[in-house]
Structure formats: C-alpha cells, structure tokens
C-alpha cells in the first residue's frame, strides 16, 4: 500500500521535481528508475535484517510462573538497553509442570526446527534446568555461541566442565 501510494505521487506530483534530477521524465525510464529505487530499499532492508543480533533465552519453567518471568524480564530489559537492536528469543522448558527428563528430548528436537540456520549471537540459560540442557546439548545445537545463565541454584563450576 506505501509503495503504490509512493509510486502514485511520483507519477502525479513529482513529475517536475524527476525532470531536475533525471533530465527528460519518460513515464518508462521513470518507471525502470522507481523499480531500481524500491529494489535497493529491499535489499538495505533485509541486509540490515541478515545483521540484526540474535539471541535465545532458555527459561528452565514456563510463561507464568511469577519468579522467572521477573527473572526473564530482567535478562531481556537489560538485553535490549545493551543491544536495541537485538532480537530475543524466548524459549520455555516448562520443567515445574513436567518431568525434564522426559521431555528433553522433544525440547531439542523443536529447538533444532525451529532454529536450524540461524546464528545466534548468545545463549542465555535461566535456572538449573536450562544450563544443565545447554551445557548436554552445546555441541550440537549451540557450538561456539558463548552462553551466560543465571538463576543457578548450588552452582559449582563442575557443572561447566568440559566447557569455556
């Protein structure tokens, strides 16, 4: 709709303003010109997408449970101060309501899906569950994306051995 509104004033408005700038305003060079124009607006677009920073959050509970969503709020406040242009993502182990054991398996199954191709920038583990998954599975789904985690509870650095 912006774009046909752009083109409509281009072709009704600004037809004296395209003669300065390109000389004789042929509706077809003007047309061939206004094509060249939105398709470098594209490309800047999705190249500065392509450079966006890109984050995951792996909450161990789930979207609800008042104390990690203080604790993802935090983690993601203080993200986007640091890096406005950073697109968090939000994962959820919902490990109170079932048993993570169980359904670690299917949680990296869907992580692989859903994330296969993107780049990740830095891994955030929220809670015991979520860094012990990070630190399992780093290797394969995360390798040498630095991960910082929070909300540990008896931490010792045991639990990062093997890691950086």
Known sequence: MILAKAYSAMN???WPLLRI???????????????????????????????AREELVINSYHKGYPWSDQETQGVCDDLAADLPDCRINL???????????????????????????????????????????????????????????CGINGFKPEMLAGHE
């Open 12 to 14: 009704a408005a600004n």
């Open 21 to 51: 700038l390109c000389g004789k305003a042929e509706p077809c060079r003007m047309n061939r010109l206004f094509a060249c124009l939105m398709l470098l607006l594209a490309l800047s677009a999705s190249a500065e997408a392509a450079n």
């Open 91 to 149: 994962e959820y182990m919902d490990s109170r309501r079932q048993n993570p054991k169980a359904g670690e398996e299917e949680f990296r199954n869907s992580l692989q899906k859903k994330y296969r191709g993107r780049a990740f920038s830095l891994i955030v583990a929220e809670d015991n569950q979520a860094l012990d998954f990070v630190v399992k599975n780093r290797d394969n789904l995360f390798p040498e994306i630095p991960v910082v985690f």
